[in-house]
Each structure stands twice: as structure tokens, then as C-alpha cells.
T-cell receptor, first 114, second 110 residues
Framework: NAGVTQTPKFRVLKTGQSMTLLCAQD?????MYWYRQDPGMGLRLIHY???????AKGEVPDGYNVSRLKKQNFLLGLESAAPSQTSVYFC?????????????FGPGTRLTVT | QQQVKQSPQSLIVQKGGISIINCAYE??????FPWYQQFPGKGPALLIA?????SEKKEGRFTISFNKSAKQFSLHIMDSQPGDSATYFC?????????FGTGTSLTVIP
């Protein structure tokens, strides 16, 4: 039982390049989330999904797209990377509504955009 | 604007002392208030959580105090240990909108 895994762990992009971050969970969780963590800002919710085939915007969705084609995977895409997207990205999952169920975080992906 | 305000930004405590971290919020729709612990290079992990129908929750050395009228809640770590050295985040949520505080870096000196 690996929990929540993220691929890759580190990545350096040039401005304007695109990439996809992959999150996978093996806990059969319905809900999945993408956060970014910046110094002095805490974690901020980018997008989330309440089930396969669904996605919704969080607090800071601009510049990102997501897809949830399979229940166990949640992809975060950057179509045209900008230096402002330099951050540590965390994926999380939960069985259901966060008011009632714990969310479990992955180990993070450190992205640098030059 | 920051939905959840957390202080202090950093905290140094002697081993055996009490660590106190405070958070405040404005949105009265928030109905769940968790605290997360994060070690370097790791994702956050749930430490303890409270709902607004109680004023205090204790789990081992960790206690949340909740003041609904003041819209404030705090984490108390009793008998702080060097292994407690980490970054602590408060959070508040309603539905699937989840807001974290800016974090407190705790260092416990042996």
C-alpha cells in the first residue's frame, strides 16, 4: 500500500514549456486535490476532483488544468509554464468530504521554472 | 486575502516546554479546523482536528482550543520534544474549500 505517490519528484522547466504532474493513490479514495506550497503562503488549493471524470476549481486555478480519467489518478497540467509557477506541488486524496474524512498527502514535486 | 491567519511564523521552545500556535479566521461558514504537521521534504500529515461544536480537543500532548465567538483557535503542544520540530499548519474548511494558514516553524531545543 503506497498511499499517495507523485511523479516526478523534481523538475526544471523553461518559461513557456509544458508539463504534466501525475498523482496516483491506491486507497480507493473518491476525492483528490492539487495544492501548491510557497514560502510564507502555506498551501493553496489549485483544483480538486470529487470523483472519476469530475474536476473543480480551487483557490488558485489560473494557469493550470487537471484531468481525472481514472479514479486512482489525478493529473495536473501546465500548458505554458511561468516563473510564478515555481513551487512545491502536493497531491492529496480523501475518501470523501474533508469535513468528515482525513486527506492524505503525497511527498510533493518541486518545480522550478526559469 | 488570507482566509486563515496564523502566528507566530517561527517558534523556539526548550524541551519540556509548551508550544502555542494561534490561528484566526473570518468566514463563519467554516465547520472543520484541522492542524497539520510537516517535516522537511514530506507532505503535511493530519495531527488533530476540531469542529466548532466543542471548545477543546486533546490527543496525547496535543490540544486544540477553539473560541467560536472570537473566531480563533490554537494548538498547544505540552512537554515539547525535539522530535516535534516541524512546520505546523492550521486550516479551515467548508465543503471542499480548504484553506491553510501560512505555517509556523517550530524548533524544540534539547
Amino acid at each position: 500500500n503506497a498511499g499517495v505517490t507523485q511523479t516526478p519528484k523534481f523538475r526544471v522547466l523553461k518559461t513557456g514549456q509544458s508539463m504534466t504532474l501525475l498523482c496516483a493513490q491506491d486507497m480507493n479514495h473518491e476525492y483528490m486535490y492539487w495544492y501548491r506550497q510557497d514560502p510564507g503562503m502555506g498551501l493553496r488549493l489549485i483544483h480538486y476532483s470529487v470523483g472519476e471524470g469530475t474536476t473543480a476549481k480551487g483557490e488558485v486555478p489560473d494557469g493550470y488544468n487537471v484531468s481525472r480519467l481514472k479514479k486512482q489518478n489525478f493529473l495536473l497540467g501546465l500548458e505554458s509554464a511561468a516563473p510564478s509557477q515555481t513551487s512545491v506541488y502536493f497531491c492529496a486524496s480523501s475518501y470523501g468530504d474533508l469535513t468528515y474524512y482525513e486527506q492524505y498527502f503525497g511527498p510533493g514535486t518541486r518545480l522550478t521554472v526559469t | 486575502q488570507q482566509q486563515v491567519k496564523q502566528s507566530p511564523q517561527s517558534l523556539i521552545v526548550q524541551k519540556g516546554g509548551i508550544s502555542i500556535i494561534n490561528c484566526a479566521y473570518e468566514n463563519t461558514a467554516f465547520d472543520y479546523f484541522p492542524w497539520y504537521q510537516q517535516f522537511p521534504g514530506k507532505g503535511p500529515a493530519l495531527l488533530i482536528a476540531i469542529r466548532p461544536d466543542v471548545s477543546e480537543k486533546k490527543e496525547g500532548r496535543f490540544t486544540i482550543s477553539f473560541n467560536k465567538s472570537a473566531k480563533q483557535f490554537s494548538l498547544h503542544i505540552m512537554d515539547s520534544q525535539p522530535g516535534d520540530s516541524a512546520t505546523y499548519f492550521c486550516a479551515a474548511s467548508t465543503g471542499n474549500q480548504f484553506y491553510f494558514g501560512t505555517g509556523t516553524s517550530l524548533t524544540v531545543i534539547p
